[in-house]
């Protein structure tokens, strides 16, 4: 229902959103979770006022700089008609996301897991329907595509407000805030090095080719939702788990086990999608189709990023030590070198490969920031991972993979489904 120009441009702009959410957050959402204290209920009142009220300031401030000089902004972002309004939704769309980060901190060091899952649903179930309201019925283009993730947010805004004005005390510690800002602070380069190893592919393709490239582009790599779904709920369970869990007497045991089982996971997850993702696309059983044949050309980078997503998810597991020794000083070190690799390698790569060269520095980028953490991991906090297990596992997933889509290249369809299953 979207020109890839459209699509490009909505892709790009929500890159853009994925950066100002860093900055609406301000570090205060780490903050949060390392102050939470489950047996002090008074001091989690003040800990979430705190960190909520930082990033109600921050982001309104910034929303309304960007909605005064939208006119400014818009020839830089998109070349659609109407891009003046495309900017000013655009804007409003992380201001409310920025309104639930400490809701959705609180509701997983909690473990409320259902009300987190239910909140998350909720958003997804209201944001499709609007998508179809919008853009398929009322044929809004990319304007209903942000005004369906606008109106959505609103709603997730609502579903919040009892738990918001439950645990907001508006009497600001502001000892405790400099407390926090100390400890969030530093996390800020990290996670916005973090956001440009995941999105900076984006604005770089767009700029040395154009939006067509990056329609392309976008649509397959989201084709690797399932891994990015993998490693998503593994990080929001894994984050209050060792937060939990570290002062356990078999703590390392238990979190180098966790490395192990999350690789045979996200093994199967490859297994799954990388042989069996062009039939759910080209639908060649019903003589349908999930997403438009314009896009079929670019499948084959599938695969690849979902390597990515699993090197990403490495990360997150190398990332506990830090968190738990209070030394996240070292987080913008590792991830600032990929994020440095990531755009370098595309400013390198897409000019003879076009949106093939943004997917395998993708890929790289994500190895280096894996492999850059577990050095500095191994001072900070030593594990001994099982590799040789780990190894096997990845080792017999490439192999199987790769006999499997050779042997069913020309085969008849059904028989080409049932070898990829049994493989």
Known sequence: YLSIEEVGDIIFIFSLIAFLNIAYSFGMDSAFFRFYSKDEPER?????????FTILSISA????IFLAFTESFSPAISDLPNANTLIRLAALIPLSDALMFIPYSYL???????TFAL???????????????????MSMGAEGVLLSQLIANVCGLVFFIPLIFKHLDFKIDFKLMREMFRYGLPTLPANFSAIILQVADRPVLKALTDSTQLGL?????????PMMLMVTVFEYAWKPFYLTHYKDEDAKVLFKRVLTYFTLACAFVFMAVGLFIEYAVQMPFIGGKLIDPEYWSGLGIIPIILVAYYFNGMFTNFAAGFHIEKKTDYLPLAVGAAAISNIGLNFFLIPYMGYWGSTWATLIAYAI?????????RKVYPMNYEWKRILLIAAFTGIIYYIATWLTGDMHLWVSIGIRLIA
Not at 44 to 52: D, E
Not at 61 to 64: C, E, R
């Open 44 to 52: 989690t009142r003040k800990v979430f006022s705190a960190s909520y």
């Open 61 to 64: 401030v910034i929303s309304i």
């Open 108 to 114: 997983r060091m909690t473990r409320q897991a259902k």
């Open 119 to 137: 909140a998350k649903f909720f958003l997804i179930i209201v944001t499709v329907g609007l998508n179809f309201a919008l853009v398929v019925f």
């Open 217 to 225: 582009y976008g649509v397959n790599y989201r084709l690797g939702i």
């Open 369 to 377: 920031s894996a492999v850059v953490l577990y050095v500095f991991a």
